[in-house]
């Protein structure tokens, strides 16, 4: 005997738990065993064993996927970093998954196994780009020209400032923070600003894709 979902209205087969079509739990009353753990016991378990993440699996998956990721983040192109850090993430969840009983996970144990796929990334990737920054500054003597560049986009900025029509205070600061900036201390510091907000924002879309990551694991879940 098949009944009606509530919320979609599609058949469900008899003693299934979950409606096919969307997922919703479903109530299965049955008088063959009355012993046996209900429809909504057996959806309170597996909710529960969804939404803990055994950490030692999660962290091998995340590590491994993670370190792809945080190489690709390295590239030129920003915008594509935030997409693979986000499909990275999604991958990791779906492995895990895989490997775990029921065979998903909820939402919010997609978003943490995802940002610490987005964490392991960024650190790899922070690592890797010191390391050719430095490389590249003191092994192959590339130093003045990174210093001319950035002494270039510290004067063209500055230069549009003045071409606004600001008050005396205000292009007296400018030209403070112009000073500050091409110190060592200004450049390091802006540098350590704009690597804190990237490592913010491939976070962000790790999070965003391990939980799209388990959401689409879960549409797939098996029927009890």
Not at 88 to 101: C, D, E, K, P, S
Request: glycine fraction near 10%; hydrophobic fraction near 50%.
């Amino acid at each position: 005997m098949e009944a009606s979902c509530n919320r979609c209205h599609q058949s469900v087969p008899a003693e299934s738990c979950f409606c096919p079509t969307c997922g919703l739990p479903q109530l299965v009353y049955s008088s063959e065993d009355p012993s046996a753990p209900t429809a909504a016991e057996r959806w309170t378990g597996a909710a529960h064993d969804a939404a803990t993440v055994e950490w030692r699996p999660a962290l091998r998956v995340a590590l491994m996927l993670a370190v792809p990721a945080g190489l690709l983040s390295c590239g030129p192109v920003w915008p594509l970093s935030l997409l693979w850090m986000a499909a990275a993430a999604a991958w990791a969840v779906t492995l895990y998954a895989r490997g775990q009983r029921p065979g998903w996970v909820t939402t919010g144990a997609g978003a943490r196994i995802g940002l610490v796929t987005g964490l392991l990334a960024g650190w790899f990737a922070f690592a890797v780009s010191s390391t050719t920054l430095y490389g590249m500054r003191t092994v192959f003597g590339q130093g003045k020209e990174f210093d001319d560049k950035w002494q270039g986009a510290v004067a063209q900025a500055s230069q549009q400032w003045h071409s606004m029509s600001l008050d005396a205070q205000t292009i007296t600061a400018v030209n403070s923070a112009s000073r500050l900036l091409l110190t060592p201390e200004g450049r390091a510091g802006t540098a350590l600003c704009l690597l804190m907000l990237m490592e913010g924002a491939l976070l962000v879309f790790a999070a965003a894709g391990g939980a799209i990551g388990a959401r689409l694991m879960a549409r797939r879940r098996p029927q009890a």
